[in-house]
């Protein structure tokens, strides 16, 4: 079990400039969420994937903001003439869920990726 | 939108104390969970408590649930400085499956 791993680790990128992050989720994972957090607050849902559909997105997902997961394996977050109000640690984390409907399973977290804007 | 509160925001102890850390909710739950956060890194899940149950323990760790009072605790017992972490309770609640975080707790615990 290796873990969900998150690429990069940080991220220090100028105002406006497009970002992309990157997620792998453990492998038999079918489930895989996006989290934004800020300091000293807890994460807040941005979006989640059943296998390769994506399923609900928050309002906190600006059009600026896409994310895909286009085999059911990977994700890619990529945020779009970055602001700095985006500036935070964006966590990914994975389940499996046996059906379609949720039961009642752990999320397994990645370590994040911080981004700073300047 | 954050779902509710946790209380204390920070807590600091010696080692071998106990520590008791508790959230609050607003809507209705399928699950509630407990993660811990150490600087910099991910979250890591230790212990889910289902709606229909009262008590959970795994290890060190004891979590209560009050469905009617939208609460839970998390009781760390004989506490050690590598439980310094910061401490979130989350729900979930219909099918996404996907979780609600408090504010958490800041754990300080001195050697």
């Known amino acids: 079990d290796t873990g969900v791993s998150q690429d990069p680790r940080h991220k220090i990128t100028k105002r406006g400039q497009n970002v992309t992050f990157r997620c792998d989720p453990i492998?038999?994972?079918?489930?895989l969420y996006w989290y934004r957090q800020t300091l000293g607050q807890g994460p807040e849902f941005l979006t989640y994937?059943?296998?390769?559909?994506?399923?609900?997105k928050s309002r906190l997902l600006s059009d600026r903001f896409s994310a895909e997961r286009p085999k059911g394996s990977f994700s890619t977050l990529e945020i779009q003439r970055t602001e700095q109000g985006d500036s935070a640690m964006y966590l990914c984390?994975?389940?499996?869920?046996?059906?379609?409907?949720?039961?009642?399973?752990?999320?397994?977290f990645g370590d994040g990726t911080r981004l700073s804007i300047l | 939108s954050q779902q509710g509160e946790e209380d204390p925001q920070a807590l600091s102890i010696q080692e071998g104390e106990n520590a008791t850390m508790n959230c609050s909710y607003k809507?209705?739950?399928?699950?509630l969970q407990w993660y811990r956060q150490n600087s910099g890194r991910g979250l890591v899940h230790l212990i889910l408590i289902r709606s229909n149950e009262r008590e959970k323990h795994s290890g060190r760790l004891r979590v209560t649930l009050d469905t009617s009072k939208k609460s839970s605790s998390l009781l760390i017992t004989a506490s050690r400085a590598a439980d310094t972490a910061s401490y979130f309770c989350?729900?979930?609640?219909?099918?996404?499956?996907?979780?609600?975080f408090g504010q958490g707790t800041t754990l300080q615990v001195k050697p």
């Open positions: 809507t209705s739950i399928n699950n």
């Open positions: 994937f059943q296998n390769e559909a994506q399923l609900e």
């Open positions: 492998s038999e994972h079918n489930r």
């Open positions: 984390a994975s389940s499996l869920v046996a059906g379609p409907r949720y039961s009642n399973q752990p999320q397994h």
């Open positions: 989350a729900t979930a609640s219909g099918n996404t499956g996907k979780l609600i």
